[in-house]
């Protein structure tokens, strides 16, 4: 398995502009989660998915912010309008079941400029 | 509040010495605890986790945790440490508040001095 996928690796673009981030999950995994790393804050839970259906979405930080999971093999996290303070590496993340790891993603670095 | 501490920002330590990141936790219920570990422009890679049973865990490259109810803490150790096991060390906790979650620690920066 090629393990967690996520699209962009890199992505920079101006405030005020939409901005989407792509992540393909381990296939056969039932849990899908966002996560944003920043020095300031760490590692933050957005929001995490069940079989598709979002589940917790309190970590997301404003309605600009926004995360669908259409089918079991691809999620999206969107952010519009970005502002600057969005720059920061988001990793996605799945796992089969509650109890177990979490498999990581390489992340997106997102800048806003 | 349920959450995770990391106590140290950075751990230094001789190759070949012992290593010792701590994490203690606050948990309603029982605990269950994960350490991960992230290189450079990774992410986070599963290293080991304690669910029940052994208080002493064995995970991935050698390393190993135990969980301590007492001191509600859940170090990770490694025996004899590589240059190569310099990275940042998480610590995480999984809570129950409504719904399944993650708490992350704040992570531990190790650096092995050859």
């Known amino acids: 398995d090629a393990g967690v996928i996520q699209s962009p690796r890199h992505e920079v673009t101006e405030m005020g502009q939409e901005v989407t981030l792509r992540c393909k999950p381990i296939?056969?995994?039932?849990?899908l989660f966002w996560y944003r790393q920043t020095m300031m804050r760490g590692l933050e839970l957005l929001i995490y998915?069940?079989?598709?259906?979002?589940?917790?979405d309190s970590g997301m930080p404003e309605d600009r912010f926004s995360a669908k999971m259409p089918n079991a093999s691809f999620s999206t996290l969107k952010i519009q309008p970005s502002e600057p303070r969005d720059s920061a590496v988001y990793f996605c993340?799945?796992?089969?079941?509650?109890?177990?790891?979490?498999?990581f993603g390489p992340g997106t670095r997102l800048t806003v400029l | 509040a349920q959450s995770v501490a990391q106590p140290e920002d950075q751990v230094n330590v001789a190759e070949g010495n012992p290593l010792t990141v701590k994490c203690t936790y606050s948990?309603?219920?029982?605990?269950?605890l994960f350490w991960y570990v992230q290189y450079p422009n990774r992410g986070l890679q599963f290293l080991l986790k304690?669910?029940?049973?052994?208080?002493l865990v064995k995970g991935s490259y050698g390393f190993e945790a135990e969980f301590n109810k007492s001191q509600t803490s859940f170090h990770l150790k490694k025996p004899s440490a590589l240059v190569s096991d310099s990275a940042l060390y998480f610590c995480?906790?999984?809570?129950?508040?409504?719904?399944?979650?993650?708490?992350f620690g704040t992570g531990t920066r190790l650096k092995v001095l050859a």
């Open positions: 948990v309603s219920g029982n605990p269950y």
């Open positions: 296939s056969g995994h039932d849990y």
């Open positions: 304690y669910i029940t049973g052994d208080n």
């Open positions: 995480a906790v999984r809570v129950t508040s409504g719904t399944y979650k993650y708490i």
């Open positions: 998915f069940n079989n598709n259906v979002p589940i917790d």
């Open positions: 993340a799945s796992s089969l079941g509650l109890y177990n790891e979490q498999f």
